[in-house]
Structure formats: structure tokens, C-alpha cells
């Protein structure tokens, strides 16, 4: 029996390699013979930089940038063998994680630090940029990041040389002429989402929230959004626009591709390959619902692996919408937690990857018994 074992990070438990691991060991308690192929990955969010470097070989480099709330930051990005191609996350510069709770809060926070990310990149010759855009605290819709690049953003006459969320709304024009360089840079922006811009399904309404936006904060950041739309006239409309606070629309001015970040990811890895001669994929994160069909990595795997007639398991810490799952082709979807276990114990590395090992070995000996049935 061949198993493929495809899986992201548990957020705040587990690494995707992590995961994979304890799968593994389930799949090997459940059947010492079975062949398992372990790939960790994940889908344009938090971890795509080391997903991608794991199977490319490219190498570490550090810059200096800023963080969300301008404080200094040594940050990191990968460089290919050939010096061109530079592999990098927003979420190194202007993620949510750098931040203390107590200070999350988009309409105070910038994404400058991900433009002098890219401009250290281009100054050290590179060419080619893949970043990943997940992971964000802001909502500021790129203006930093394109500020950081020589973008200049105005309040009537004054020169706002940092905007930041809260500004959106109160901009009055926009001079993105210094950009035209970027132009000559091939960039590839990985998203792990399809927002648009702006409305109740946009960068405020979805993700502000979740980054510490109150809901009349949520309602003024949407404005900002809108009002950046209409001085800037590009398409708000483009999927994964709203992705990252709205950095995906500034990438779209920049003249870059917005892709899916699975499809990279899983291009990258070779899953097609593996697939050939497999008898089961078991995929997963740390939560799995509706929003999973949504672009998630879970989802383009079942997805490829139901092209070969693969059956696709998945597991999670956290599951819901399962029937809805499974209508989408999922085989099963299975939660790794007791329904009465408490969210710190589940989040403990340690309790997670013997749960998520416990799991993948009883999922494996009912497809084997079930295999058995069948054969009868």
C-alpha cells in the first residue's frame, strides 16, 4: 500500500513537517509494510518560503525592514542557485505573528517592510520574485509596501511616507510613476485566497477582524479600500485582491501574477509524480471547513488526487462542514481532538502529533478493513 501524506501546518502546533511525521508513524502502527511519501506543504500563507526552499535548494539570505508598527526587523527570504529567483512571504516582514496581541490593529499597521524586502531582492539582482501573501496584520492595501518602492501617497498636499490602514479613507490622490522599474521584475503572487478588494466579502469584512479591527474599524477600512480603488483604477474585482489586507491589489499595479498558492506549491513539490501507483492521500491542517474549498491546500490536493481516482482523507484539530466536504469529493474528513478536550491542551506540539499519529493509523485500518469487505 502506497500512502501520500500532503499535508500543512497545524497553526500554532505543528509544523507541515511535523504533521507529516506523526502521520506517517500512524500509517506505519496501522501497516509496517506501507510505502508512505511525505511531503510538507503549504498554500501561499505562513511556511510557503521553507515549503518552497525544501524543494528547491535555494538558499537563506537576511535584510533589514521594518514591521508592521516601523519598528526594525531582521527578516528573511531564499535566493535560487542561480541568483535570479528570490522566494519570499509577506508575512516575514508584515505578518501577524510579529506582533503582540495588544498591538494588532490594521488600521495602525503598514506593509513597508515587504517593499524594502523586495527592493533589497531587485538590488541584489534578482529577477524573478514568488511571494507568498498570507499571514497579514494589515489592511492598508499595499500603499507601504508601494511607498517603500517610490510610490508617493498624498493628503492634500502632504506626503503620507508610511500610510497605513487608517489613512486609506483620507487619501486624496496618488503618484505611482517611480514604479515603472518594477515593471521589468517577473513577479508571482501566491494567494491563499480569492477576495476581492473591497464589500462584505473583501480584505475589511473577512479578514480586519482577525486582526484586531473593531466593527465600525472594519466599516472605515473598507472605505479606505474603496477610496484606494478609485484614485489608483485598477480592477478591484480580481481575485485575490483583498488577499494580505489588500496587498494583492498593490501587487496588481506593480504588474504582477496573481496565482493560487497550492498550484505553486504543488507544481514545486512534484505531487503529480507521487501520485502515480498511489493507493491513499491523506492531507490536513490545523482547521478544515467551508472556507477549505476556498483554495486551501487540503482541497488542491483531494482535487489532483482525484484526477488519478486517489481517495483523499483529511484531518484537522478542527473540523466543520463535513458534509459539505465530502460532497466536494473529500472520501472522509476526520477532527484529530475529542469533542470535550480544551483548545490549550489540543494546541500542545506534543498532545497534537500523538493525537494526529493516533488518527492517521485508525483511518488506515478501516480503508484496510473496508478493503477486505470489499473483496469478499
Known sequence: ?????????????????????????????????????????????????????????????????????????????????????????????????????????????????????????????????????????????????????????????????????????HLTSVDLSSLDAFHNVQIEVLCDVSNPLFGFNGAAYVYAPQKGASSEEVKLLDSGLRNLARLCKADPSIPGSGAAGGLGYAFCLLGAQLRKGVDVVLETAGLATHLHDADLVITGEGKIDSQTLNNKLPFGVMSMARTYNIPTIALAGCVANQDLLMSAGFHNVVGINPSDSPLSEAMKPEIAAHRLRKTAKEVVKEMLLNDKHQAK
Open 1 to 169: 500500500m502506497k500512502v501520500v501524506l500532503a499535508f500543512d501546518s497545524f497553526k500554532g502546533s505543528l509544523t507541515a513537517e511535523k504533521a507529516v511525521e506523526a502521520a506517517a508513524m500512524g500509517v506505519k502502527d496501522a501497516l509496517p509494510t506501507a510505502e508512505t511519501v511525505c511531503l510538507p506543504m503549504s498554500d501561499g500563507g505562513e511556511g510557503t518560503t521553507e515549503t518552497l526552499v525544501r524543494y528547491t535548494g535555494a538558499e537563506w539570505t537576511t535584510c533589514k525592514v521594518h514591521n508592521p508598527l516601523m519598528r526594525p526587523l531582521v527578516s528573511r527570504y531564499a535566493i535560487g542557485t542561480n541568483r535570479r529567483v528570490a522566494i519570499m512571504e509577506m508575512a516575514a516582514a508584515a505578518g501577524l505573528t510579529l506582533l503582540q496581541a495588544k498591538e494588532q490593529n490594521p488600521m495602525k499597521t503598514t506593509t513597508f517592510g515587504v517593499g524594502e524586502m523586495l527592493l533589497h531582492a531587485v538590488r541584489a539582482g534578482v529577477q524573478h520574485i514568488l511571494i507568498g501573501i498570507g499571514g497579514s496584520a494589515t489592511s492598508d492595501g499595499g500603499t507601504g509596501m508601494l511607498a517603500a518602492l517610490g510610490a508617493k501617497f498624498y493628503i492634500n498636499n502632504c506626503v503620507i511616507e508610511c500610510p497605513k490602514g487608517g489613512d486609506l479613507i
